[in-house]
């Protein structure tokens, strides 16, 4: 007798607990999201920020407006071409012809050999508990024509996850429990054509390098041209640093470009200091010693200063 009624209220218990489940669902809105990028532009490094143009569409069982079931959460700006709705079988299709300017951290420490992950962010205007978003089926496409000077798209995904807010926003907890909002990422990954702009952004430091390692093969006691070669390649050098630094925003990071700046910086002083060994050596009459040094300190410092280079362009690729 008494396990029946036990077993009884257990039942009772689980029809309970699975019909707030389902009134709950019931009386909770869900949207399928999808987007359809038609082009990216105005790539903005030193501002963070890129724009994108693209249709974003809900087919949801709310009549809400687009825009008050979800959000662009880094949108810096929108700008609306046109927008549709549509009933169709109880559920409303609405959709929005998008141009907009998203937030993005520029990652630039491999530049230029560097990739991007360019995200358009969309968020539940409200918590699970009220809307629940959902990437739509075969939601996310790119179109065909798609091209970015200078950019060779990788590949393209959608990542689904949560965003907790430590906040009941003003409900003092008696209506808003859940406080997990949808977060979906239409995420493109985009890899940049770099050995033009590599070759372009350094073929001058390379230079600078080369023309200081000329003065191996001038006497020491002709100064002037001697360490005037090494002098003029450091002062190319830094000028080089300075256009190269104007493309890209500043960083505390040690990037790709530092690195090889600061290895050909360390490079031409070196030729100043074997150049000041070599003037002395030539003064005291150690000429064949002289001679020896100069050999053996340009084959030295050009075969590691190529290898060294090749080094730093392999471990960013």
């Known amino acids: 007798q008494t396990f029946s009624t036990i ?48 249709y ?24 609306e071409y046109s927008s549709f709705r549509d009933e169709d079988r109880k559920a409303f299709v ?31 205007q409200s918590s699970i508990e009220f809307i629940y978003l959902l990437k739509d089926k075969a939601g996310f496409e790119i179109a065909d024509d798609l091209r970015i000077p200078g950019w060779e798209v990788e590949k393209f995904q959608v990542e689904e996850s949560f965003k907790f807010y430590r906040t009941d926003f003003g409900y003092r907890n008696t209506k808003f429990q859940e406080r997990r909002f949808n ?25 600078a390098f080369f023309v200081s390692f000329l003065s191996f093969f001038i006497r020491p006691d002709f100064v002037d041209p001697r360490f005037g070669l090494s002098v003029g390649g450091l002062f190319a050098s830094v000028a080089n ?14 990037s790709f470009v530092d690195k090889v700046h600061f290895l050909t910086f360390f490079y031409i002083l070196g030729t100043l200091v074997l150049s000041s060994i070599s003037l002395r050596l030539h003064t005291i009459g150690e000429v ?8 053996r300190a340009a084959l030295i410092m050009l075969i590691t200063y190529i290898l060294l280079n090749i080094l730093l362009v392999l471990f960013v690729l």
Not at 7 to 19: E, H
Not at 97 to 122: A, G, M
Not at 185 to 195: A, G, L, M
């Open 56 to 79: 974003l569409w809900s087919n949801c069982t709310s009549s809400l407006p687009l825009f008050d079931q979800l959000e662009i959460t880094n949108a810096k700006k929108i700008e």
């Open 241 to 254: 640093k300075y256009v190269v630094d104007a493309n890209i925003p500043a960083s505390i990071s040690f």
């Open 94 to 124: 609405s959709y929005k012809n998008c141009k907009v300017q998203l937030t993005h951290d520029w990652e630039l420490s491999n530049y230029p050999f560097d990739k991007q992950r360019l995200r358009i962010n969309i968020e539940g």
């Open 7 to 54: 077993l009884r209220l257990v039942i009772l218990l689980f029809v309970l607990f699975y019909a707030a489940v389902a009134h709950s669902q019931e009386s909770r809105d869900t949207s399928y999201v999808g987007v359809f990028l038609k082009s990216l532009y105005d790539f903005s490094p030193a501002e963070y920020s890129f724009g994108a143009d693209f």
């Open 288 to 295: 064949q010693k002289r001679k020896k040094i100069d050999r």
């Open 183 to 207: 977060h979906i990422s239409f995420v493109v990954t985009i890899d940049r054509d770099s050995w033009d702009l590599y070759f372009k952004l350094f073929s001058g430091l390379y230079i």
